[in-house]
């Protein structure tokens, strides 16, 4: 009898596909970047951009966006640090994140950047925007923004959730996602009580999800903090969240 495809077989499924998808460069103003875009293979129900966590655009964001075109959506991973530039070590990675979130203007023009591109690429206009940990952060600080057009929901995964003091979330935001783990060290829960409360106070349409014992960065494949219950429900969360706004 055939045995039914898990989850992550159909993640390894769309990571052998990934020839379907292409990487793209692209720029923002003067700056080099390299993206990577998975259409969906026949007419698209909307865009997800997928924003990396703090190493880069690597094979895990490419891997998303396999799956999610797999799905029947345009998938476009953008790049925030360049054209190249992939750190590999944590001092590096703090670094990078570090001028990103000490320039929040530019943290914003590069992701609108991405958006951009995808849109020149073809991708279909309605767009969810998503991302991973210090992607996380990025979603969100573009939801506070209000200045991105034709994005109908923001989905962020064990991500940064605190707010500047400065900036706050106005009633015409469109809906959040959040997953989140309870066991993340990283990200504590003080902060997602804040967040739901700001986003209360704000009228936004919101989902907070927290899944039991899941660690910070447990969607990340192949890691020792991966959690595979906590995987699939958040992406089963996501699915049925793109659904509903797409």
Known sequence: MMRP???LTLAAVASAAQAEGRDVDYQVGEEPFTGYFAPAADEARGTVLIIHDWDGLTDYERRRAEMLAEQGYDAFAVDLYGRGNRPAETAARK?????LYDDRKRMRALTLGGLAEA???GAATPTVVMGYCFGGAVVLELARSGVAENVNGYA????GLATPEDQGYGPDTAPILVAHGGADEAIPMEDVVALSRQLEDAGVDYEIDIYSGAP????VFDSDRYQAQADEK???GLLAFLDEVL
């Open 5 to 7: 495809l898990t989850f």
């Open 119 to 121: 849109r020149a690429q």
């Open 95 to 99: 670094a990078e994140t570090a001028r």
């Open 156 to 159: 962020t995964f064990h991500g």
């Open 216 to 219: 910070h960065a447990f969607t």
């Open 234 to 236: 958040s992406w089963s």
